[in-house]
């Protein structure tokens, strides 16, 4: 018999209610976290990750990919959803049959039966980037939860309530955890403390996080 020490020193998956209908599932994707990251690399291989404008102009601190059917976009024109990269005008990646399986267990485990995403937007955080509070609310069913999985460098993400001043619980995400939300707390406000600096063994200097999503 061998005893695998990687296996043993992996953090245990643990389950943390955040609030009806979001869940934090600890550790969820942390003995697949190497493998998400080479497709992350092999993703935004083909469509790089990049700074967009929000549409009142300002530029986005944290750099963003997609893959999947549909990608999230956001210029001038607006938020939206659309099947083609902007920069080359071709459809998005296809989306890694690891992701999807990922995000329909992890749905699953927290409760949302039939998680059917079609879209995947890839962020990318280094020291200093942040993402102020929002809601994911350019998708078409609101039934279909957010499956958030992050990996790299540790975040303080920022759980809210139904408006933008309701004072938002504070938690630090590891490599490997999964936030589920939908139900009653799909339109939540959330959002991204400003990334401290480190060196992570999977990322260097930097956090990827992968949004699921059903689009349309
Ligand atoms: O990076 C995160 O953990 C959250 C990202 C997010 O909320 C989004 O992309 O809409
Ligand atoms: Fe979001």
């Known amino acids: 018999m061998t005893l695998d020490l990687f296996a043993a020193l992996e953090p245990q998956p643990s389950r943390e209610p955040i609030t009806q209908g979001a869940v934090l599932l600890r550790a969820f994707a942390a003995g697949e976290a190497a493998q998400l990251v080479r497709a ?4 935004t291989a083909q469509s790089p990750l990049r700074h967009m404008h929000t549409p009142g102009g300002f530029r986005m ?4 990919s997609n893959c999947g059917r549909y990608g999230w976009v956001t210029d001038r024109r607006g938020y939206r959803y659309q099947p083609e990269d902007p920069l080359s005008g071709r459809p998005w990646p296809e989306m890694p049959q690891a992701f999807r399986e990922l995000a329909v267990r992890a749905a699953r485990e927290a409760g949302f039966d039939g998680f059917d995403p079609d879209a995947c937007l890839v962020n990318r955080y280094e020291p200093g980037a942040r993402m102020s ?10 039934a ?6 992050s990996l790299g460098l540790p975040a ?8 933008r001043a309701d004072k938002p619980l ?5 490599s490997g ?20 600096d480190g060196d992570h063994p999977l990322t260097g200097r930097c956090r990827y996080n992968l949004t699921l999503r059903r689009a349309r």
Do not use: C, Y
């Open 40 to 43: 992350v690399e092999q993703v």
């Open 156 to 163: 303080t993400f920022l759980f809210g309530g139904m408006e």
């Open 170 to 174: 504070r938690m630090r995400l590891e």
């Open 144 to 149: 279909q939860p957010i499956v958030s999985v």
């Open 61 to 64: 601190s944290v750099a963003m």
């Open 133 to 142: 509070l929002h809601q994911d609310k350019n998708e078409q069913d609101m």
């Open 177 to 196: 955890d999964v936030v589920v939300w939908g139900g009653p707390a799909r339109l939540l406000f959330h959002g991204v403390d400003t990334l401290p």
